[in-house]
C-alpha cells in the first residue's frame, strides 16, 4: 500500500512540474510535442492538437518533449524553426526551464497553507509562529524494525498516554526524556504502554532490551511533542509561506552538506534513500495522519525542486547552466556537446536511481 502511495504522490509531483514546463512553454508560442508521465516504454498515449499526452512504464518521472530544447537541424534550420525553444530569446528559454521548480515550490505552499488552514502538525519544541497550540500529545513517530515495541503492535502515530510497571507509573502531560528515563529505570521488566490511537485506547505489554549500539535498554520508539495548530486563511497563507521558504532552505543546505562530504569523500551512495526507502517514509507518515502526508508531500516537492535546480546535465539545473553560458559568451554552444551531456546526464541519473532502489531493496532483507 505504502508503495502504491508514494507511487500516486510521484505522480502527482511530476505532472505539477511537467505542468510549468509545459504551460510557460505553450505561453511563449513553442510547440510541445509530448507530455508524458513515467518513463517510456509507453503504455498509452492520445494526441490532442499537436500534443501526445502519455502514461509511460517506468513511473518514477515524467517528461515534457519541447521542440527545440534538444536542438538538431529540424528545430535549428526546418520550417518550424519559429516555434522551436532554440530561437526564442534567452530569458524565456531560462523562464520555461525554470517553470517547473517554480511549480513544484507554489505546490508545496498550496499544501502548506490548506494544512494551516485545516489543522496542521507542528512540533511543539522551538515553536514560535502564529497561532495558539492544541491537542498537544507526545506522538511516537517511528518504530525500530524487530525491536521489543515493534514485536508489541505499537505503531507510528500512538500518542503515548502512560507507562506503568508493577510499582510506578506516569501519565498525564507526558515529556519524551522523562519516558526515556522511565524505560531506562525499567530494565528487563515488563511495561504497559498505554497509547491513544485514533481515538481508541490500548494498552501493549513491553519489555525493554538492550539492542547492538544502544548503552541503554530502550523499546525502540522515536518520539516527539507535537501540536495541531489551525490558522484563519491570512496567518495560514503566512505561515505556509515561511514553512516552504524555511523548508527549501533546509534542503538546499542538506544538499550542499551531501556534496561538500561526497566531494572529501565522506559519504556513500549506499547511505542515500530511493524511491523505496521514501515509499516507507510515506507510509509512516501516513500512519501519523492525513496532515502528516500532507506535510510530508510538500517536503517532497520542495526536494524535487531543490534537486531539479542542481547544475548537472539533464537536470534543469544542467539545462539553465548552459543557457547561462551562451548568453555570457553570445554564441551557441556546440549541440551535438549539449546533447550528448544531456544524454550521459540522463543515463548516470537512472543509474544512479536503480542502484540507489537496489540498496533500498537489500536494506529490507
Request: hydrophobic share 50%; no cysteine; aromatic share 10%.
Amino acid at each position: 500500500m505504502s508503495i502504491i502511495l508514494f507511487i500516486i504522490i510521484l505522480a502527482v509531483l511530476v505532472f505539477v512540474h511537467e505542468l510549468g514546463h509545459f504551460l510557460f512553454a505553450k505561453k511563449a508560442g513553442i510547440r510541445v510535442d509530448e507530455f508524458g508521465l513515467g518513463f517510456p516504454p509507453r503504455l498509452f498515449g492520445k494526441k490532442v492538437g499537436e500534443t501526445i499526452y502519455s502514461i509511460n512504464a517506468i513511473p518514477f518521472g515524467g517528461f515534457v518533449k519541447i521542440f527545440g530544447e534538444d536542438p538538431n537541424d529540424e528545430s535549428i534550420n526546418g520550417p518550424d524553426r519559429d516555434r522551436s525553444f532554440v530561437h526564442k530569446k534567452r530569458p524565456v528559454q531560462a523562464a520555461v526551464l525554470v517553470a517547473g521548480v517554480l511549480f513544484n515550490f507554489l505546490f508545496a505552499f498550496v499544501l502548506n497553507t490548506v494544512g494551516f488552514a485545516s489543522g496542521f502538525p507542528v512540533a511543539v519544541e522551538g515553536w514560535s509562529g502564529q497561532g495558539q497550540l492544541q491537542n498537544i500529545q507526545l506522538l511516537i513517530t517511528d518504530i525500530v524494525p524487530e525491536s521489543p515495541a515493534s514485536f508489541a503492535g505499537l505503531k507510528s502515530g500512538d500518542a503515548l498516554q502512560s507507562l506503568k510497571s508493577d510499582k510506578d507509573k506516569i501519565e498525564g502531560d507526558l515529556e519524551a526524556e522523562e519516558v526515556r528515563q522511565f524505560i531506562r529505570d525499567h530494565a528487563s521488566v515488563p511495561i504497559a504502554v498505554s497509547v491513544s490511537r485514533k481515538a481508541e485506547l490500548f494498552e501493549f505489554s513491553v519489555e525493554t532490551k538492550i539492542m547492538q549500539g544502544e548503552p541503554n535498554p530502550i523499546i525502540g520508539i522515536s518520539m516527539e511533542k507535537v501540536a495541531s495548530l489551525r490558522l484563519p486563511i491570512h496567518l495560514a497563507v503566512l505561515e505556509g509561506f515561511k514553512m516552504t521558504y524555511f523548508s527549501a532552505k533546509s534542503v538546499l543546505f542538506g544538499f550542499g552538506e551531501l556534496l561538500k562530504q561526497a566531494f572529501h569523500g565522506g559519504v556513500s551512495i549506499s547511505q542515500l534513500t530511493g524511491p523505496v526507502g521514501i515509499a516507507g517514509m510515506v507510509g509512516s507518515a501516513r500512519d501519523l495522519g492525513i496532515s502528516y502526508l500532507l506535510s510530508f508531500t510538500a517536503f517532497l516537492s520542495i526536494n524535487l525542486a531543490v534537486l531539479n535546480l542542481l547544475p548537472f546535465p539533464a537536470l534543469d539545473g544542467g539545462r539553465i547552466l548552459f543557457v547561462a553560458i551562451e548568453g555570457v559568451t553570445r554564441r551557441r554552444l556546440n549541440q551535438n556537446i549539449t546533447n550528448t551531456l544531456n544524454a550521459l546526464g540522463f543515463i548516470l541519473l537512472l543509474l544512479l536511481m536503480f542502484f540507489v532502489t537496489y540498496q533500498d531493496i537489500a536494506k529490507l532483507f
